[in-house]
């Protein structure tokens, strides 16, 4: 692939080593305000069932981290947080709206009075919602405080939207909401634990500092990092560092017990961890793919590809090796839009690509001194990962764009799973912190 553009922001730290557009970026910041940054998703509708055991309903929040808003409104429904269920994570800084199931009586659900939160279209459903019930999200986002002269802005857009539509997507990178904007730690807590360091791990989440939280919460990170009068360093947290101030209460109470910090933590952020260095090592993959000049959206011989089942989403499950005898007809189904390439989320279970492909994972691997068995983490069973696959191109539903005061917006619809940051870093070209 010709006329790539290398990234020299904090992205390539994660591994995002390449813009697919060459054309300057016009800079800017992302979120300025929570209406910014509006996330509609695109539900798995559960089916209504008469007398059902869960409460699905939409809840509509501006500025509310999702395991924050679950733990808060577990606490005012009078139930666990296993309770409620929700399809995906979504951004803190932003106004989202998504499908959630509550597994309470549907009286109960007018306990729920939260600012800024909003609840409607309640009914009871025959079965609760999970992770990755969801077909995808919408979204339209405002970019403020554009470096680029504002008569060039709208030239800079149309050639990015140009390059994304001659591609048939934009790079499928993991983006920076996959390892924290602000403290960019999730993957090295990941990396440690597939390492087999607990300890380390424990202590790289609870002590690496980031130059955004503030004096406050940086002098209570600056003892954790070798400090064990846990009980002490643990009343000196300040309540907004919920889940650092849970594990470092439970290693009071039960030191060196780092197997057992890391489970004081919501299962799905435990998950988040390696699948965090997993997607840090994908990001390095793709990257060298790009590197070699190998096509996104097209395969070559050794390529996995995914099919697309009816409502467009990726059928991981599912994966057909691209070899000289299919080779045609796997290009006629990415062609037609029916399936996509992809390559190895690397856990446990996993088994690299074949040809050039392969090549380059392995060695990625290789000088990462990783393996398969290192994604299964004794004591902890929900950071183990056996592995999945990831389309190395993100399809985009109705882009467009527009000037918008002092900046642009930009409009569309992404499959489930795929970062709405990564086509918008085509626009902008900003800092890692920008968005």
Known sequence: MTGLRRCSTGEAGVGMLYYLSPSDGTGGRLKT???????????????????????????TSRNWETNRLIRIMSRELGISRERIGFAGTKDKRGVTSQLMSFECRMEDMSRIGLKDVEVSGAYLGKRRIQIGDLKGNSFKIRVRGCEMPRGEISGALDAAAAAVAEAGGFINYFGVQRF??????????????VRGDVEGAVRAYLSQPSGFEGEEVAAARSGLSSGSDWGEMGAAMPDRMSFEKTMVMHLAES???????????????QMMFVHAYQSYLFNLMVSERLARGLPLGMPVEGDFMVPLDADGVPMH????????????????????????VAIPLFGSESAPSEGEMGEIERAVLEAEGVSASDFIIPGLPNCCSKGSFREILSPVRGLSHKMDGDGYEVSFSLPKGNYATCLMREFMKSEMSCY
């Open 180 to 193: 924290g904007a602000i403290r960019p730690v999730t993957h090295k807590v990941g990396e440690l634990l």
């Open 255 to 269: 030191p060196g017990d780092w197997a057992g910090a890391i489970s004081m933590l919501p299962k799905n952020l």
């Open 33 to 59: 305000d929570p209406e910014d940054f509006v996330v509609d998703e695109i539900s798995d509708m559960p089916e209504p069932k008469e007398g059902g055991r869960f409460v699905i309903a939409k809840v």
């Open 317 to 340: 499950e599912s994966p057909v090796t691209v070899g000289a005898r299919n080779l045609d007809l796997a290009a006629r189904q990415a062609k037609s839009g029916r399936a996509l």
